[in-house]
């Protein structure tokens, strides 16, 4: 990749991962409620909800929140509860202020490593998030913003993933050409269309093997896309 300058990656799911898992959602929704829920009960697919309701809908902080309030209220409706009042969505309302906790969030264990080589390669770095304004803080209190250039979130440019004008936006602010990134993504739809729609070359990374076949490169670690860099 002779002209490669800079190596953009998405966020959630590709440099970070939350902690919470379901039972601690149940456990927390019915601690707020006062509801004994069956902590072994599946949540619904989030993916197929989001593509399926409100793709697009993290263009802004209110948009983003009211994703997430709407996806736990379905859950919650589903396991039978009967509370569309106040007081069910000051209760999504406190999970979602929970969840976007730094502390509720970890790094993949590869993230250092790769964040440094590809920095030793003279590359620069970058995000392209679908995520709130509170990415930034998120980025620094897990030491990552040292290494990137720059961070594009979706609610601070009004755009969301897969749409053109926020991998445009990241492009312009790092004067970089598409041919001159890569990028990589947790999301088939999301990611590698939406990066590639604009020209960028796209990366699928696949931790556990899930995704069918698909039309790009796909990596199960983030440090297997360092044999894609080299010329
Ligand atoms: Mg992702």
């Not at 490593?113 to 970058?126: I, K, W």
Request: charged share 25%; glycine share 6%.
């Amino acid at each position: 990749m002779d002209k490669l300058k800079a190596v953009i990656y998405d966020a959630g799911h590709t440099l970070l991962e939350p902690r919470l898992k379901a039972p601690d959602i149940w456990d927390f929704l019915g601690t707020r409620l006062g509801i004994a829920f069956d902590r072994t009960r599946a949540m619904p697919n989030v993916g197929v909800y989001f593509y399926r309701n409100v793709m697009g809908s993290y263009d802004s902080d209110a948009r983003a929140r009211g994703f997430w309030n709407s996806y736990y209220i379905k859950a919650m409706t589903e396991a039978g509860v009967d509370e569309a009042g106040e007081r069910l969505k000051d209760a999504v309302n406190a999970l979602y202020d929970w969840y976007q906790q730094p502390a509720q969030w970890r790094m993949f264990p590869e993230v250092p490593e790769m964040l440094r080589a590809v920095r030793e390669r003279g590359l620069r770095q970058g995000i392209i998030s679908d995520w709130g304004t509170d990415l930034i803080p998120l980025l620094h209190a897990h030491d990552i913003s040292d290494h990137l250039e720059f961070v594009v979130a979706s609610a601070t440019v009004g755009t969301a993933k897969p749409h053109p004008d926020i991998f445009h936006n990241a492009l312009a602010r790092a004067g970089l050409q598409p041919d001159e990134a890569i990028y990589i993504g947790d999301s088939y739809i999301s990611d590698v269309l939406g990066a590639r729609a604009v020209g960028i070359r796209a990366v699928l990374i696949d931790r556990e093997r899930r995704a069918p076949e698909v039309d790009c490169p796909v990596v199960t670690s983030l440090l297997d896309v360092l044999q894609l860099l080299e010329p």
